[in-house]
């Protein structure tokens, strides 16, 4: 009993003395809460938050110097609307000499600075030019912070989903490579009251991807930097430009277009070692074959992007239809070769046929024994010249 007083005893109190930090933690939060909202007060006092900070460092001509870097959280190109979803962390970083202030600690060197506070406060106006649309994530709470530190420097960042308009080339389709771009610039200041530079001191890159990122259909080659500010009537508007160079995979469009139509392209190549009497069969074998064929670009065009222009993709349909649719042409002139030298030999074997040019050139193109001279020079040349094709077309393409 006495072993289990003791025990009861002990873990009251532990319990006292977790409470009695709980209790002190929150008290010391509420303390340093109450003291934040102090010093802003102190602060904002008399502050202009329309007013543009010349912040140190910056020069006269070109106003407060604002800092952008981004990280990447998720990348998706569409070919159907030629548009780019994005969703990535904006950071900013400018220095305000009107939010200086002495810290009483090491602790308050640098403070979070409540959402309610962004409200009283300058920020620069950085929108996205070529963003169709927009919006700042919420759940569970607004998706921002902003950290003042006691120099007057200020870091934000703001987590954000945006469609970019992402003009695309699609002549190289599916082995096409794009680049999409993406500008952030001044609404209302313009070069000399603020400036736009690439962040380099909070961070090792202005562009950061995500580790996890994976985009469906492309790789992201690499991403560049450049200045777009662009002079609007007799202003110059600050601006920063971001290029993601993206290069689609192949290996989707192979497996599902390229291997299934050189697939049927032999098989309408079939009817040449056919017996030239196997009418039916041969006439089958190309209208099978067209028919797929037609399912197949019927089918590429439906996943592929609406353009007024030739792609890659339609170049090698086209090519396929154009052989099929030659084999066909190749049995037509192999029956009627046949017909003409049956009648010819039937003429022949009545004695009302003269031995004239014509009944010569049919019995050199028809034996009718064999599969016929017009059969075995197709077996060469369908697939030398599609090999002729191959040759040019996947170098022309892929580079």
Not at 170 to 183: G, K, L
Not at 238 to 256: A, T
Not at 331 to 356: C, F, M, R, Y
């Amino acid at each position: 009993m006495a072993e289990l007083r003791d025990e009861l005893q002990s873990e009251l109190s532990d319990k006292t003395r977790s409470d009695y930090h709980l209790i002190r933690s929150r008290r010391q939060s509420d303390s340093d809460k109450r003291n934040i909202e102090s010093l802003f007060k102190r602060l904002t006092v008399n502050y202009d938050k329309n007013a543009v900070p010349l912040g140190e460092g910056s020069k006269s001509d070109e106003g407060t110097q604002v800092s952008i870097a981004i990280y990447v959280l998720s990348l998706t190109p569409s070919h159907q609307d030629m548009s780019c979803d994005i969703t990535f962390y904006l950071r900013q970083a400018w220095n305000d000499p009107r939010l200086k202030f002495s810290p009483q600690s090491d602790s308050e060197k640098k403070l979070s600075i409540p959402l309610e506070a962004w409200k009283q406060l300058w920020v620069p106006d950085v929108f996205i030019r070529n963003g169709q649309e927009s919006k700042i994530h919420d759940v569970t709470v607004d998706n921002r912070m902003m950290k003042l530190e006691f120099t007057g420097d200020i870091f934000s960042a703001i987590k954000i989903t945006a469609k970019l308009n992402c003009p695309m080339n699609f002549a190289s389709y599916p082995m096409d490579e794009q680049h999409c771009p993406m500008f952030f610039e001044s609404f209302s200041h313009p070069w000399n009251e603020m400036s736009l530079h690439f962040m380099t001191k909070k961070v090792l890159n202005p562009v950061e991807i995500a580790e996890s990122l994976h985009i469906s259909h492309y790789s992201l080659v690499n991403t560049t930097t450049s200045d777009c500010s662009k002079q609007y009537a007799s202003e110059k508007y600050p601006c920063l430009e971001i290029q993601f160079h993206l290069k689609r995979y192949i290996g989707y469009h192979l497996l599902q277009t390229y291997m299934p139509s050189f697939l049927i392209l032999l098989l309408s190549w079939m009817q040449f070692w056919m017996k030239a009497k196997d009418t039916t069969g041969r006439i089958l074998v190309g209208l099978l074959s067209m028919l797929a064929m037609l399912m197949i670009s019927h089918q590429a065009a439906e996943d592929g992007p609406e353009v007024s222009y030739m792609t890659a993709m339609d170049l090698w349909i086209g090519v396929c239809l154009f052989f099929i649719f030659s084999s066909l042409v190749e049995l037509l002139i192999v029956l009627n070769t046949q017909q003409s030298s049956e009648e010819t030999d039937n003429k022949l074997g009545t004695g009302d046929a003269p031995h004239d040019r014509t009944s010569k050139i049919m019995q050199a193109l028809w034996n009718p024994e064999g599969f016929g001279k017009v059969d075995t020079v197709a077996r060469i040349v369908f697939p030398a010249v599609f090999l002729l094709f191959n040759i040019f077309y996947w170098p022309f393409y892929s580079y």
